[in-house]
């Protein structure tokens, strides 16, 4: 007979012949069929997920499980792939990244996102955007910079999001295109406690449909838009949303976003991001301004303060890696914004604070990309993230 329930600490004791019968039963385990799959499965897992063994300009996929945690979602499971590749397979070309992630939780949530950031060759053509589609609830905690904490009402709802910048490159670096943003909010299902101080739900929160047009003009002089050593990234996109299009309700929105890169040396990066964010007319309330998340003012849930306007800050230094190590690195990161009714309105005493710390692996050594581990603290609490490459 085999001995499935030997621990460890007995294996140390055990006498001749029960080990060698141990170790003919963990031959017999092994050479099985379904000992092959599983090992042909982890070997598999560990060539896509931690060896990097691409040649540089060669496509590289990644795929890797994640396990998260917060209180709206209990423990989160969840499975990463990265592709990555360079048009032509030219060395000298841009990376273009496809990131996909897809989850659920012990609450019966799930989704699916994906991130694209995909050059053509010489830069002639650059899109850029994501698509985004999960059953989530949403917590809203009000409009507008003090908005309560507690007793947020919860929105469960399916939620979809598809927004994409075709761009053409006009002078080096420099590119110009239409953008396209659609978003659906369905399924809707209200509730909040007896004590919630919000009794008028926002615009939206019964679900709509809107689709917005407008362009984007960009300059990015980066090369690898998962992990930026050096360089600068600007964009100003304007979007218009109206029932003409079939959209539920008319607003505008016009949004800035500029980023810089500069290298303390061959390993460290000081990096920073400034934003804005500014909408007009009958705006719903899951396409505001939104603060918090896993990339701008980490350690606040996503949209726990909105308005029409926003205007946001963060500063970060990264050691990457480590000078006595060659995979593991580290973040330290600050951050704060401000939302009001009006471009008008904003106030300094509104401004909220964020900073925290992380830890990075290096995933794809070739290709210089890291996984991140970031913790983020605010004076509300706070919130754990793991994602491929930087958060900006």
Known sequence: MCFPGTNFASTIYMSPKRLLLSAFCLFFL?????????????????????KDTTSPGQPSFRIYPTLAYAPETKLEIGLSTLYLFQAKKDTNNRISELNAFTFFTLEKQYGFWLDNAIYGNKDKWFVLGRTRYQRFPLLYFGIGPEAVEAYPAVIDANYFVFRQRVLRKVVPNLFIGPEVDYQ??????VEHEIEDPVKDFPIGSEGSSNLGLGAAIVYDNRHNVLNVRKGFFAELGFLNYSDNLGSKYSFTGINADLRGYAPINKRNVL???????FYSGDVPFNQMALMGGETLMRGYYYGRYRDKNMLAGQVE????????????????????AVVAPEIGSFRTDNLKLAGGAGLRYLLFPKKDIFLRFDVGFTREGFGFYFFTGEAF
């Open 271 to 277: 990096a920073w991001q400034a934003t804005a964010n």
């Open 30 to 50: 092994v050479e099985s069929p379904k000992a092959q799959v599983l090992k042909k499965t982890v070997d598999w897992l560990m060539h896509h997920s931690i």
């Open 317 to 336: 230094y990264r050691l990457l890696p480590f000078s006595f190590s060659k995979r593991i690195g580290a973040t330290i990161f600050a951050g704060t």
């Open 184 to 189: 659906n909010l369905f399924n809707t299902n």
